[in-house]
């Protein structure tokens, strides 16, 4: 296993892991009638993107100026702009359709690779849970990226940034549902498949009204076809998110997506990150700290649940999203869902918005009280702890049915050509939905 450090991002402790090619160019497919050709730059022609020049971009984004910057992304810094609705640059500063500009660092050739990438993957691909690529500048060494512009950024910093609105049970179920459809039209309705490979909080955008859109493309992967179940690739992925089994075999598969989507549920759930070193080094790993709570017999969910909510969730959604969970990082990805199966689950548990508890929502000032306990170093194990939050609803082992969608031609090893444990009338282990998953997982996420 090789470590970039380049990559290694102090200020959340994640690690890529680097690989060792990205294929760009001609073999990436269209799902739509854009017109396509190859540029002697490597960047294939679609009649969708436009090609700014440096000084469009410059213009735009008031010449990179500070109050303009939106943050730091994957491949360098972000910038708002705005462009005319003819999607070329007004002649108007700050007028027209905003957009955001993310510039890339002249650093190597690895990270040119990755821009290459998200061109020829995003330019072929649209889809409403998909950020639209506008359009892209390559002019001596400067390479930058346009995109639409999303008002609400990332999911990560509505779960994890301090002093933020907590996110409502329904807005979070919507998102996951954005996003699980999103990765399920890589995964099974495009052209050709493909593998995400980086699903992470960070990589979900939200518009106006919290639609997801997944972004950065840059490390995805043409995924398996034909009879081959898997594509082998040197391992890259985001610690916390990335799928144990791909880390010891090397094997990546839409499976490896699954997990991913699994662990940023889970994330959604109990509004921890998968991995926090701030935190007490027995709760630092999300999914180790969980698995005592849902292993316990007669253990209830909501001791787990992120206590900003204050109890304003479906006892009965939340309960069914944790089995989804279980279902996704399954130790053997042959068991993991698709995710259009995913996305049937997730409508179902939308239906039971209706049983959230109808008292108002706690003052901001008591969200951020809540917020800055769970944060602190000094965190109780029980998420809820003595606030009051998360009174315990129904206990894990009541039974649910399972959907059974029909199943997509190429993918032979759905978890739905037999019935899974977890989806059982009659779960093992005590009724706990995790149980069978932490243990037979156990090896993996120990490596």
Known sequence: MIFNSKQYDSSDHHLKFQYDKVVVGAQYSSTSSNTRSQTPNGVNYYSNLNQFTYRELKLATGHFAPECFLGEGGFGSVYKGWIGR???????????????VKTLNKEGNQEHKEWLAEINHLGALQHPNLVRLVGYCIEDENRLLVYEFMPKG???????????????????????????????????????????????????????????????????????????????AQV?????????????????????????????LLEMLTGRKSIDRKRPENEQTLIEWVKPFLKKPGGRFCEVMDPRMQEQYSKRG???????????????????????????????????????????????????????????????????????ANKCGPKIGSSSSASTPSTPARFKDSPLNFTPPLLSPNPPCGGNPLDVVCDASESYLNN
């Open 236 to 264: 890259i992925g985001t610690q916390g998110y990335v799928d144990p089994e791909y880390v010891m075999t090397g094997h990546l598969s839409s499976k490896s997506d699954v997990y991913s989507f699994g662990v940023v």
């Open 154 to 232: 990332s999911l990560e910093n509505h779960l994890f940034k301090r002093r933020s609105t907590p996110l409502t049970w329904a807005k979070r179920m919507k998102i996951m549902l954005g996003a699980a459809k999103g990765l399920a039209f890589l995964h099974e309705e495009a052209e050709k498949p493909i593998i995400y490979r980086d699903f992470k909080t960070s990589n979900i955008l939200l518009d106006s009204d919290y639609n997801a859109k997944l972004s950065d493309f840059g490390l995805a992967k043409n995924g398996p076809m034909g009879d081959k179940t898997h594509v082998s």
């Open 318 to 388: 939340a309960y069914k999203a944790m089995k989804i969970v279980a279902h996704c990082i399954y130790r053997d990805k042959k068991a993991r869902p698709l995710m259009s199966e995913v996305v049937k689950e997730l409508k179902t548990i939308i239906d039971y918005n209706n049983d959230i508890p109808s008292s108002p929502m706690p003052s901001p000032l008591l969200f951020k009280v809540l917020h800055d306990g769970a944060s602190s170093s000094n965190s109780s194990r029980h998420v809820g702890g003595g606030s009051g």
């Open 86 to 100: 003819n999607e070329r640059i007004s002649s108007r500063p700050r007028m027209g359709v905003p957009v955001a």
